[in-house]
């Protein structure tokens, strides 16, 4: 589950702000598959728009699923630490039964059940294909309640037309090697 340098930057973290909860920690989370879909996925979770996010069992090999009070490393689109997310809830449940509810708190694309039906069952179609398997409405998706335990810098929310905010002079920056908590 954890992967050498990077990941020791990370358990540092949690360690930090955890520091005796190390039962807790899992592997950090980074949504999507692109750096463009992680920073938009970031936001959204930090800002509160994304209360939720799903997975397949093929996901984790190792069998070690999210469980309720699991610590996660939120990434950004480069990598960089942006929050600790605790998992506040977890259910079970087949692809066709998830609902307009569960779709809202997916906080992504239109933010109903037809675009997550049609976006994250294209998404789940490769994957299940990559993992040589297929998806089918009565396939097994982890569904997993989220909420910021911990952010390491204030949001810099995008604002249309205009570029974010740059940060104040004692705002912290986390390089690839500098990771560490406020």
């Given at each position: 589950?954890?992967?050498?340098?990077?990941?020791?930057?990370l358990i540092e973290l949690l360690a930090q702000a955890f520091?005796?909860?190390?039962?807790?920690?899992f592997a950090p989370m980074r949504i999507g598959d692109t750096s463009a879909s992680a920073d938009k996925g970031a936001e959204a979770i930090l800002t509160g728009i994304k209360t939720a996010t799903s997975s397949a069992h093929w996901d984790y090999a190792d069998g070690g699923i999210p469980f309720v009070g699991a610590l996660s490393v939120l990434l950004d689109g480069r990598g960089?630490?942006?929050a600790i997310v605790e998992t506040i809830g977890v259910e079970t449940i087949p692809f066709g039964e998830v609902d307009e509810a569960?779709?809202?708190?997916?906080?992504?694309?239109?933010?109903?059940?037809?675009?997550?039906?049609?976006?994250?069952?294209?998404?789940?179609?490769?994957?299940?294909?990559?993992?040589g398997t297929t998806?089918?409405?009565e396939t097994p998706i982890i569904w997993e309640w989220i909420a910021v335990a911990?952010?390491?810098?204030?949001v810099r929310l995008r604002t249309a037309g205009r570029p974010p905010p740059r940060a104040s002079a004692c705002g912290r920056r986390a390089g690839p090697n500098s990771m560490s908590a406020p």
């Open positions: 589950m954890w992967d050498t340098v990077v990941d020791a930057a520091p005796r909860d190390a039962a807790r920690y960089r630490a942006q569960r779709a809202l708190a997916y906080g992504e694309g239109e933010r109903t059940l037809a675009w997550w039906r049609r976006a994250m069952g294209d998404w789940y179609r490769a994957s299940a294909a990559r993992h998806l089918s409405d911990r952010r390491f810098w204030p």
